[in-house]
């Protein structure tokens, strides 16, 4: 473990808690993409299969549980809750995230560790999180004004795989066997599919404005 | 193995 990946995780954990706070604090979703929801929920359950077989730490354990669970309770809140269900924008949220899935699955068929079961989803898990955050961007540039919640929960959520980076740098030049090629690259897409977010967050916050994205 | 330290992250 180290300082990079721990702030990463962390970061990722703040911005599932900022969502959280946001449904259950304004018991609304909207500008929250429920295909991105969904999208996530699955990464989780694809990527933590050995997650009652391999056990590699306390830490470990408890962070996959909290990401399984944290993400499948907010896909169930906004698809079952009544009232929160009421705000979802699904007129806006109308990305066709099933091209994601397949085609993340394809590509993992294709590239992978080894061909087995559970590398291959391993692959999936990696390469739909890079693209699960897109149904998302779409609805905050159709609807325009960004509640703060909103920014910040995807703000997090861009920066956690930002410090992910730095530590496979880190891992790269610290340990003799180490390479996630799949990971690293897989990596540097989602960290730059949110670019043009960060742009636009840093000008709001830099002129002290509301976040718009352009349409 | 190496598979084994590749899988130590979340």
């Known amino acids: 473990m180290n300082i990079f990946r721990f702030a990463g995780d962390m970061m990722h954990l703040t911005s599932i808690l900022v969502l959280l706070l946001k449904i259950y604090a304004t018991k609304s979703c909207s500008g929250i993409s429920l295909k991105t929801q969904e999208l996530y929920a699955l990464v989780f359950l694809a990527r933590y299969l050995d997650l009652f077989t391999d056990f590699i730490s306390v830490y470990n354990t408890i962070m996959k549980l909290v990401f399984i669970v944290s993400s499948t309770a907010i896909v169930w809140c906004m698809k079952r809750d009544r009232v929160v269900r009421r705000s979802y924008d699904k007129q806006l949220d109308t990305f066709r995230h099933y091209f994601l899935l397949a085609a993340s699955f394809a590509l993992a068929l294709l590239v992978n560790e080894k061909f087995t079961f559970q590398e291959i989803f391993w692959a999936f898990s990696i390469y739909l999180e890079a693209v699960a955050i897109l149904p998302q961007l779409v609805l905050l540039q159709r609807s325009g004004n960004v509640d703060n919640l909103t920014g910040q929960y995807v703000f997090f959520l861009g920066a956690y795989r930002a410090f992910y980076i730095l530590n496979w740098i880190y891992r790269y030049f610290t340990e003799t066997h180490f390479s996630r090629w799949i990971a690293c690259i897989s990596g540097l897409v989602q960290t730059a599919l949110y670019a043009d977010f960060f742009y636009y967050y840093y000008i709001s916050w830099k002129n002290n404005t509301k976040l718009k994205l352009p349409a | ?10």
Request: charged share 30%.
């Open chain 2, 1 to 10: 193995g190496l598979s084994s330290s590749l899988k130590d992250e979340l």
